[in-house]
Protein backbone atom coordinates (compact mmCIF):
# COMPACT_ATOMS: atom_id res chain seq x y z
CA UNK A 1 0.00 0.00 0.00
CA UNK A 2 1.41 3.14 -1.23
CA UNK A 3 0.60 6.64 1.06
CA UNK A 4 2.35 9.93 0.40
CA UNK A 5 4.92 10.84 3.21
CA UNK A 6 2.43 13.68 4.29
CA UNK A 7 -0.55 11.40 4.65
CA UNK A 8 1.64 8.51 6.46
CA UNK A 9 2.52 11.72 9.44
CA UNK A 10 -1.01 12.56 9.25
CA UNK A 11 -1.95 9.01 10.53
CA UNK A 12 1.02 8.67 12.56
CA UNK A 13 2.61 5.54 10.20
CA UNK A 14 6.37 5.01 9.66
CA UNK A 15 6.14 4.51 5.76
CA UNK A 16 9.49 3.61 4.69
CA UNK A 17 10.57 5.87 1.70
CA UNK A 18 10.66 3.09 -1.40
CA UNK A 19 10.69 2.59 -5.01
CA UNK A 20 7.21 1.31 -6.28
CA UNK A 21 6.88 -2.50 -5.79
CA UNK A 22 10.09 -3.03 -3.39
CA UNK A 23 7.75 -4.26 -0.59
CA UNK A 24 10.53 -6.29 1.41
CA UNK A 25 10.90 -5.98 5.39
CA UNK A 26 8.55 -3.60 5.15
CA UNK A 27 6.13 -2.63 7.87
CA UNK A 28 1.78 -3.86 7.52
CA UNK A 29 -1.09 -1.70 8.61
CA UNK A 30 -4.63 -1.73 9.31
CA UNK A 31 -7.37 -0.55 7.29
CA UNK A 32 -10.35 0.37 8.25
CA UNK A 33 -13.24 1.18 6.16
CA UNK A 34 -17.27 1.41 6.64
CA UNK A 35 -17.77 -2.26 5.40
CA UNK A 36 -15.18 -3.54 8.35
CA UNK A 37 -11.00 -3.58 8.12
CA UNK A 38 -8.62 -5.68 6.43
CA UNK A 39 -4.73 -5.95 8.36
CA UNK A 40 -1.54 -6.15 5.68
CA UNK A 41 0.82 -7.98 7.77
CA UNK A 42 3.73 -6.07 5.13
CA UNK A 43 3.40 -4.02 2.17
CA UNK A 44 3.29 0.08 3.77
CA UNK A 45 5.59 2.69 1.80
CA UNK A 46 5.57 6.00 0.66
CA UNK A 47 7.04 5.82 -3.07
CA UNK A 48 9.76 7.39 -3.62
CA UNK A 49 8.97 10.11 -6.21
CA UNK A 50 8.19 8.55 -9.69
CA UNK A 51 6.94 9.61 -13.16
CA UNK A 52 3.81 7.29 -14.68
CA UNK A 53 3.58 6.97 -18.49
CA UNK A 54 1.79 5.19 -21.19
CA UNK A 55 3.72 2.46 -22.51
CA UNK A 56 5.06 4.47 -26.14
CA UNK A 57 6.23 7.33 -24.10
CA UNK A 58 9.71 5.83 -22.95
CA UNK A 59 10.84 5.80 -26.84
CA UNK A 60 9.50 8.91 -27.61
CA UNK A 61 11.31 10.88 -24.93
CA UNK A 62 14.17 8.55 -24.95
CA UNK A 63 14.26 7.05 -21.38
CA UNK A 64 14.36 3.78 -20.27
CA UNK A 65 12.57 2.17 -16.38
CA UNK A 66 14.64 3.05 -13.60
CA UNK A 67 16.47 5.72 -15.69
CA UNK A 68 17.51 8.64 -13.77
CA UNK A 69 15.95 11.66 -14.82
CA UNK A 70 15.76 15.65 -14.21
CA UNK A 71 12.31 17.00 -14.68
CA UNK A 72 11.26 20.88 -15.06
CA UNK A 73 8.09 21.74 -14.17
CA UNK A 74 7.03 25.48 -15.03
CA UNK A 75 4.97 27.82 -13.17
CA UNK A 76 3.90 29.23 -9.59
CA UNK A 77 4.97 26.20 -7.93
CA UNK A 78 7.67 25.60 -10.41
CA UNK A 79 10.40 23.00 -9.54
CA UNK A 80 13.46 21.29 -11.05
CA UNK A 81 13.69 18.00 -9.71
CA UNK A 82 15.99 14.59 -10.15
CA UNK A 83 13.84 11.49 -10.35
CA UNK A 84 14.43 8.07 -10.35
Not at 18 to 23: D, H, I, K, P, Q
Request: a positive charge.
Amino acid sequence: MEVSLGNALALGLEAPLRESGRLDGTPGVTLVGSAGQVELKSGLIAAARHIHMHPRDPRDYGVADGQRVRVRVPGERGLVELLR
